[in-house]
């Protein structure tokens, strides 16, 4: 798959090591930055991660912030975003099976790098079931009109 992944300062850490946990597992990466700890917004990698995903340029996004909260927030005002933070493996399971989600949000500041790891590996090896939850992701994409 082609997954773009983005982070603010506290995140780009994370986000470089789960970057090349993708290339390792034989994903393209697409990466937006940061790549250091230098303060910047996250709102802008947000948008940037987002865009791609919502222009079909890649398949997935994976963002990293502090929280995971922040880039979910403001990667969800992007038309056809479906951004979901998610800190546990379960989370990430379910918001790909029952919400489509369609980029990954993660805490640097609460997560560690082995357990991010198996919160994307839940991530991308989840299929979105369909039926019901069609209807209802259907009426989420409703909601941006
Ligand atoms: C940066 O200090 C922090 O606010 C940011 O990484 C994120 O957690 C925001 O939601």
Redesign the pocket.
């Known amino acids: 798959m082609k997954i773009a992944t983005g982070a603010?300062?506290?995140?780009y850490e994370l986000k470089d090591h789960l970057a090349a946990e993708l290339r390792g597992s034989g994903h393209e990466v697409d990466d937006v930055g940061t790549s250091s700890g230098d303060?910047v917004d996250?709102p802008d990698f947000a948008a940037a991660v987002g865009r791609k995903v919502a222009s079909g340029e890649v398949d997935l996004g994976v963002l990293v912030?502090?929280?995971?909260?922040?880039?979910?927030?403001a990667a969800n005002k992007i038309r056809g975003v479906r951004a979901a933070t998610c800190n546990d493996p379960y989370s990430a399971a379910m918001s790909r099976a029952h919400n489509d989600a369609n980029v990954l949000t993660i805490?640097?500041?609460i997560v560690g790098e082995g357990l991010a790891e198996e919160i994307l590996r839940a991530f991308l090896s989840t299929e979105f079931e369909g039926g019901r939850h069609g209807r209802r992701v259907g009426k989420i994409t409703a909601l941006e009109d």
């Open positions: 603010d300062h506290a995140g303060s996250y912030c502090g929280s995971g909260l922040g880039v979910a927030i805490g640097a500041r």
